[in-house]
Structures are given as structure tokens and as C-alpha cells.
């Protein structure tokens, strides 16, 4: 079965919205295949700060082995940079509480790092 791409940005774009708008400060457990960043910030939401704390994660990657050092976390970088690398589709929405913007970004398929680790 082959699903076409107007398919898989249709789903994401549906599974990323209605999340984001619950504000759940936790990754969708719907989500399969599909890798997940999640930030949150006082105000209005600062897309470039969401990415620059995502990519600071480089850090903790350990290029030699493709791999997180160990106690670190640094998936989100290594999903923005599969994403560029591979180009694969993502979709992000941002919501509003109170005084807190949340960004739901979905990466389809998911970097190869996630799916080791989901393993």
C-alpha cells in the first residue's frame, strides 16, 4: 500500500493541531513512526528560540558514535537535523495560554536516532 505525501501532511497536520490546541506538556502516545518536538516559552512564541535551544543539543550528540552522550538528552537536535538532511515533512503549530506559547512540531518519518530508541 502506498500512502501519497498529500496523505501523510493531511494526518500530521491533524494529529499536530489537535494536540497542540490540549497544551499537554507531554509527546502525543497517537504518534507512530513520527518524531516530536515540543517547546514552550512566556509570551508571544519565539520560533527562533524554540529552534536555537533545539539545536544547542548538537552538545551532547556524539557525531563519532550517533549517539547522545550518556545522561544527555539531545533528540530534538537530531530530529531538526535529520529534517534538513533528509527533508522530510514536518509540521509545526503553535498555541496560546495565558501567558505561555506552546509549539508542537511533528517530523514524519522520524529521525533514524528516535526509531533506535523507540526500539
Known sequence: VTIGLSSVLLNLCWFCAGYAAKCIWNHNPELEDTGENLFVGTGSLDLREALEK????????????NSCDEDQMCGHYTQVRYKYIQNNTHFCVSGRVVNFSFLVCNYYPASVLLLLQLS
Do not use: A, P, V
Not at 54 to 65: A, C, G, K, S, V
Open 54 to 65: 533545539w539545536f544547542l543539543e548538537h552538545l551532547d550528540y556524539d557525531f563519532q558514535n
